[in-house]
C-alpha cells in the first residue's frame, strides 16, 4: 500500500493545506451527488487520483485542474480550491528531485529526462513496464522481488507515472507489449484474481482516458522471435534523442558506443506493423479480463 500522506517530508503547513484541499474536493463531490468513480467517468480521468487528492497526498496541481469542471463549483469555491493547490504547484520541482534521488541510481538519468521528452515510444517486451503498472500489480511485483520497503517503492513509482501522465501532456506515449505479457498476467500463480483484474482494467482505462496514450498488443502468431524492451524518447530540438534498454538494473543507451538508434527505430517499425490495431488491442484486453472473471 502506497505511504500515507503525514510520512512526507514537507512541512506540516503543507500537509494541511493538501489535507484541506482533500477535504473541500470531497465536499464538492458529495455535493454533486457524484462517486469518485462518477466523477472520474464524467471529466475522463483516474480514480485513483481522485481518491489520493482527496487524502491529501502530495500530487501533480493538474490533479485539481482535471477534475474541477466535475465540480460544479462556484467561482469562490473554484479560487479557494486553486489557492490550496498553489502546494502542489509548488512542489513540483522538490518531487522530481526526490524521485531522481529515490531512483535505482542506474536509471537517475532516465528519470531525469522523461519530463522534457515530447515523445516516447516503448516496447516493453515480455513484461509491463512501470509506466503501465496499476498500485496493486505493483506490490505483487515488489513483493515477488523481495523489495525491502515496498510501500516506498510505491510510492517513487507511482509519482513517475503521476508525473508522466499529467504533468507533460504535451508528450505523447506509445507502448507495444507483447500478448504474452497479457497472458502472464491472467495465468501467473503469484498474481492473484484481484490484482491480474485490476491490472487489466487499468490498462483500458489508460487509453480511454488519456488521447496522448496509445498501447498495441504485438501477437503471438505475428512474430517467432521478439526483441528485448528497449525504449526511445524523443525531445525538441536540439536535444538528441536517447534510446536505451535496461538488463538486469543496467542501463544501455545509444550514447557513443552503445545501441544503434536507426536499429531501434527499424526494431520498432517492424513491431509496430506487426501490432494489433487500437481497437483489436482493446478487444484482446477486453477477452482477456472477460476470460479471467469467468475462471474458477
Known amino acids: 500500500m502506497a505511504r500515507p500522506p503525514s510520512s512526507s517530508p514537507d512541512s506540516p503547513d503543507d500537509n494541511e493545506l493538501r489535507r484541506q484541499l482533500g477535504l473541500k474536493v470531497r465536499v464538492l463531490r458529495k455535493r454533486a451527488g457524484l462517486k469518485q468513480e462518477q466523477l472520474a467517468e464524467k471529466v475522463s480521468y483516474h480514480q485513483t487520483m481522485i481518491s489520493r487528492l482527496e487524502k491529501g497526498y502530495p500530487l501533480s496541481a493538474g490533479v485539481l485542474l482535471k477534475i474541477l469542471p466535475g465540480l460544479d463549483a462556484t467561482e469562490e469555491e473554484r479560487a479557494e480550491?486553486?489557492?490550496?493547490?498553489g502546494v502542489n504547484e509548488r512542489g513540483r520541482e522538490k518531487r522530481n528531485r526526490d524521485l531522481a534521488e529515490k531512483g535505482a541510481p542506474w536509471f537517475h538519468r532516465i528519470?531525469?529526462?522523461?519530463p522534457s521528452a515530447t515523445r516516447i515510444l516503448s516496447w516493453t517486451g515480455e513484461r509491463l513496464k512501470g509506466l503501465l503498472q496499476a498500485e496493486s500489480y505493483m506490490i505483487a511485483q515488489f513483493f515477488e522481488h523481495?523489495?525491502?520497503?515496498?510501500?516506498?517503492?510505491?510510492?517513487g513509482r507511482s509519482a513517475r507515472t503521476i508525473r508522466a501522465f499529467t504533468e507533460n501532456p504535451g508528450c505523447r506515449y506509445e507502448f507495444l507489449i507483447s500478448e504474452s505479457a497479457v497472458e502472464r498476467v491472467v495465468q501467473c500463480v503469484t498474481v492473484n484474481e484481484y490484482v491480474a483484474i485490476d491490472q487489466l482494467k487499468h490498462l483500458l482505462d489508460l487509453v480511454k482516458r488519456n488521447p496522448n496514450i496509445d498501447i498495441r498488443v504485438v501477437p503471438f502468431a505475428s512474430r517467432l522471435h521478439v526483441d528485448p524492451d528497449f525504449t526511445i524518447m524523443e525531445f525538441a530540438d536540439p536535444e538528441p534523442t536517447l534510446g536505451y534498454s535496461e538488463v538486469l538494473g543496467t542501463l544501455i543507451t545509444t550514447d557513443p558506443g552503445g545501441l544503434d538508434l536507426s536499429r531501434l527505430y527499424d526494431h520498432w517499425d517492424r513491431l509496430h506493423r506487426s501490432a494489433y490495431d487500437p481497437e483489436q488491442t482493446r478487444a484482446v484486453l477486453e477477452k482477456a479480463l472477460d476470460r479471467h472473471r469467468r475462471s474458477p
Not at 528519470?111 to 522523461?114: D, M, N, R, T
Not at 523481495?146 to 510510492?155: P, R, S
Open 81 to 85: 480550491l486553486l489557492r490550496l493547490n
Open 111 to 114: 528519470l531525469v529526462s522523461e
Open 146 to 155: 523481495d523489495v525491502d520497503d515496498i510501500a516506498d517503492a510505491v510510492t
